[in-house]
């Protein structure tokens, strides 16, 4: 069982027997008032979105999610499958149901699948992940004296924002939970 302190982000427990992971969460706590921690959860078999608010005192049960390493097979339209490097076990998942890091998939990608009761319900992508820049525009000379940011494509088609010296071709090292540029690689 898992109290109120528990439930942070990352954090998976069970409700009405679906599966649910924490996508944020914050703790409240007013003047002479009971503190509560109110969460934005994902179920993980449906992909709903819900607010909850947990209080002293509750105990919520703990999801059984086993996880395994797989790689990324093939994408088609909204579905993509994935394959477990141990046993070619095969599994396929939709977008809604990975959520929003979808965007980030690409064929051959290693990730974690989730499996709840037997089937694969959502993937967790690596924290920091390696990306190809397929569209640039050209950075302008003499614009170097801030931090200032243009956009570029990444493989996928998703938009991000990139310092002025990254170029077509190059590739660059995102944080998947945020979407944001970290590095570019050598």
Partial sequence: MLTMNDMRTGATFAENGDPWIVLEADFMKKAQ???????????LRTGQVVNKTYKQGDSIEEADIARTKAQVLYVTGKEFSFMNQETYEQYALTADQIGDVAKFLHEGMEVEVMIFEGSPVSVKLPIKIEVKIIEAAPGLRGDSASN????????GGVKIQVPLFI??????????RN??????VQ
């Fill in 167 to 176: 170029k077509e071709g190059d590739v660059v090292r995102l944080d998947t």
């Fill in 148 to 155: 200032i940011m243009k956009e570029a494509i990444i493989e």
């Fill in 33 to 43: 008032r009971r503190p509560v921690m109110r969460t934005k959860a994902r179920n």
């Fill in 179 to 184: 979407g944001e540029y970290v590095e570019r």
